[in-house]
């Protein structure tokens, strides 16, 4: 059984929005910082958002920060990301992952801190 559950995506148009939805199954994941990756075709997988265990502080990269928000629900054990004004380089497979260390407040782009991932959701942004 996976624990994390990626959805939401689907095929859109430059400068839609959609909102990726993160279930995790397992409840001590609220403890834990989350994030998202994306992976083009071809390409390497990057960093996209994360947040804190609490949800209070996030990070984000340079090509998402101001159209992309992340946050999550600890009652119902989702992490989401909105995303706006979306364009065709933001085609990818996207990723949900649970940080590696409880209760850091330590945020980080580095993939081998983030120890669980979901399968992915692809999103296409068409021009």
């Known amino acids: 059984q996976e624990q994390l559950v990626e959805s939401g995506g689907g095929l859109v148009q430059a400068g839609d929005s959609l909102r990726l939805s993160c279930k995790y199954s397992?409840?001590?994941?609220?403890?834990?910082?989350m994030g998202w990756f994306r992976q083009a075709p071809g390409k390497e997988r990057t960093f996209v958002a994360a947040?804190?265990?609490?949800?209070?502080?996030?990070y984000y990269s340079d090509a998402v920060r101001g159209r992309f928000t992340i946050s999550r629900d600890n009652n119902i054990n989702m992490v989401y990301l909105q995303m706006n004004s979306l364009k065709p380089d933001d085609t990818a497979i996207y990723y949900c992952?649970?940080?590696?260390?409880?209760?850091?407040?330590?945020?980080?782009?580095?993939?081998?801190?983030?120890?669980?991932w979901g399968p992915g959701t692809q999103v296409t942004v068409s021009s």
């Open positions: 947040l804190t265990f609490s949800g209070r502080t996030t």
């Open positions: 397992d409840p001590s994941l609220d403890d834990y910082s």
């Open positions: 992952a649970a940080g590696r260390n409880k209760f850091t407040l330590r945020l980080t782009q580095n993939k081998g801190d983030f120890g669980s």
